[in-house]
């Protein structure tokens, strides 16, 4: 999954600097890199959600697995 914004940045960036479009008078490139951010920012959120839910699946019952200590938190 954080494959997505390496390839997004470093393998389709020759492919794109070869259009030579300015939507709203801004650089195709810079607007491609706006967009990588966003995707970027996408993946690890995903990556970041799948991994929580991977240890609260994984995890054992935290209450049974600490000692009695007698103290309430």
């Not at 070869?18 to 801004?26: E, F, I, T």
């Amino acid at each position: 999954m954080l494959v997505i914004p390496y390839l997004w940045t470093v393998a389709a960036v020759p492919a794109v600097n070869l259009v030579h479009a300015s939507p709203l008078d801004v650089p195709l490139l810079l607007w491609w890199a706006l967009v990588g951010v966003l995707v970027t920012t996408g993946s690890i959120a995903v990556v970041w959600r799948l991994d929580n839910a991977l240890d609260a699946a994984c995890a054992p019952d935290v209450a049974a697995a600490e000692p009695a200590t007698g103290v309430d938190r």
